[in-house]
């Protein structure tokens, strides 16, 4: 019935409201005059919050944050105003301090939480109009983790594994170019220059265009789709052909694909574009040049790809494998 239920008891709806942005809710009236808990929030939401969010959406939007940033913001200041009295404005050292340790003692990553951080800064600043200075910020550590790599093998599995042509074009694009999933279901038909063997991303991470490599295999895969489904615009169309099929509809299809292949490795579909990265390096190909087809701004962030190839790990002989165990 593409609906959810949930207990209509108070900690239930305490969850709700903490959880999603209070604008995305429509009360029934009736509902609004059993719970306390809903009258409450929604009038103090019409009263202050739902103006203050519409003033960062708008700030953000001024300075051409990405849809994606601008969502990630009004989510991590709507949580943090849920945790404040109704006066938003009160918003003080160390209450952020507060808010981010209960975050990271609820396991939320380093990263979550930096977000959240630059989110409050930017609110305090650009909204509440307050000094930089005013209110303090700790940032947690960064934490320097492995990425998850798929083999060679384990590759062609799952590309073997699809069996809707369409869905194998999308993972071959992703893989064969180093993609983003954002960057491949918004690929359109003339984005693709077979006589170059270039493919162009049109506003990619950061809002560049950038030139990648346009795989001949997974042309050939594409030419197949396109010739029994035959695309106008958007290459991966959704059900509606004029909106691209939806990022959540591939991160299905590969999560379905490692799941029937085996594969129990942590990854993703995003893995596709870092075993990308790994296996070009592994292959020889210059730093730099990864660094061009990945679209990234810094160096150093290619670079991590260095801790998880094993091309000079596997030259390295265990002090273990030099000893005479045998006698």
């Given at each position: 019935m593409k609906l959810w239920i949930i207990p209509f008891i108070e900690p239930a709806i305490q969850q709700l409201l903490l959880m999603f942005p209070r604008e995305r809710f429509r009360i029934e009236p009736a509902l609004q005059s059993e719970c306390r808990?809903?009258?409450?929030?929604?009038?103090?939401?019409?009263?202050?919050?739902?103006?203050?969010c519409a003033v960062l959406v708008k700030?953000?939007?001024?300075?051409?944050?990405?849809?994606?940033?601008?969502?990630?913001y009004c989510s991590q200041v709507q949580r943090l105003?849920?945790?404040?009295?109704?006066?938003?404005?009160?918003?003080?050292?160390?209450?952020?301090?507060?808010?981010?340790?209960a975050l990271l003692a609820h396991g939320i990553s380093h990263s979550s939480v930096n977000q959240t951080i630059s989110a409050i800064r930017f609110y305090a600043t650009y909204v509440l109009n307050k000094p930089v200075t005013e209110i303090q910020y700790i940032r947690p550590k960064k934490q320097h983790t492995l990425t998850n790599v798929l083999s060679e093998n384990e590759v062609i599995k799952l590309l073997k594994g699809v069996t809707n042509i369409k869905h194998q074009a999308v993972l071959f694009l992703t893989y064969s170019s180093g993609l983003r999933?954002?960057?491949?279901?918004?690929?359109?038909?003339?984005?693709?220059?077979?006589?170059?063997?270039?493919?162009?991303?049109?506003?990619?991470?950061?809002?560049?265009d950038r030139n990648t490599l346009?795989?001949?295999?997974?042309?050939?895969?594409?030419?197949?789709?396109t010739a029994q489904h035959q695309p106008q615009g958007w290459l991966f169309p959704g059900q509606d052909s004029r909106r691209h099929v939806t990022e959540r509809t591939i991160q299905k299809v590969f999560e379905e694909a490692?799941?029937?292949?085996?594969?129990?490795?942590?990854?993703?579909?995003?893995?596709?574009?870092?075993s990308f990265a790994t296996h070009l390096l592994e292959g020889g190909t210059d730093l730099r040049y990864i660094e061009e087809l990945l679209g990234h701004q810094s160096a150093r962030t290619t670079q991590r790809y260095t801790h998880v190839s094993t091309k000079?790990?596997?030259?390295?002989?265990?002090?273990?494998?030099?000893?005479?165990?045998?006698?």
């Open positions: 808990s809903f009258k409450e929030n929604i009038s103090s939401s019409k009263k202050d919050n739902g103006l203050q700030q953000l939007s001024l300075r051409c944050y990405s849809r994606k940033t601008i969502k990630a105003l849920h945790t404040l009295p109704d006066d938003a404005s009160r918003i003080s050292s160390k209450a952020v301090q507060e808010y981010c340790y999933v954002g960057e491949v279901v918004r690929l359109r038909t003339d984005d693709l220059d077979e006589a170059r063997q270039v493919l162009r991303i049109r506003q990619g991470k950061g809002r560049t346009l795989s001949p295999t997974a042309m050939k895969m594409v030419q197949s789709y490692r799941r029937r292949e085996g594969i129990v490795k942590k990854v993703s579909i995003h893995s596709l574009r870092h000079n790990i596997q030259r390295i002989q265990s002090p273990l494998d030099r000893m005479n165990l045998d006698e």
